[in-house]
């Protein structure tokens, strides 16, 4: 889900999604030249800030999107998989078309999103 504008993102949600991110960086270190960060992490992350110094941008997202070289399926994505089920995270059911895994807590879902160039390489 998007939303229409910078305030409509909740800090909570988007901070669930910042601390996927950062809890499974580490784990993706096997992987680290077929990924990219996409998505509404980027800002904060990748972007250069012109904002006071050391003043980043929140996140303004819901999830944590990661772009993956398609040569990443050579064999990699069966270790990928159980480097995140490690982490708690399992492959989701319902996020059709995607490489979806998430992390249920008490309140809510964290999705994470594996995003390839194009159909039909999702999986």
């Not at 006071?52 to 941008?57: H, I, K, R, T």
């Not at 990928?80 to 992390?103: C, N, V, W």
Request: hydrophobic content about 40%; some cysteine; charged content about 20%.
């Amino acid at each position: 889900m998007k939303h229409g504008v910078y305030s409509d993102y909740d800090p909570a949600q988007s901070g669930l999604a910042e601390s996927a991110l950062i809890t499974l960086w580490p784990s993706l270190e096997p992987w680290y030249d077929d990924l990219v960060l996409v998505g509404g992490l980027v800002p904060r992350y990748i972007c250069a800030h012109t904002s006071a110094p050391g003043s980043l941008p929140r996140p303004v997202t819901l999830d944590a999107d990661l772009g993956i070289a398609l040569a990443a399926s050579a064999g990699g994505m069966a270790s990928l998989r159980f480097a995140l089920m490690d982490q708690g995270f399992q492959k989701s059911a319902t996020a059709e078309g995607l490489i979806r895994y998430e992390k249920k807590t008490a309140d809510c879902s964290i999705p994470v999103d594996f995003l390839t160039e194009s159909p039909p390489h999702t999986a």
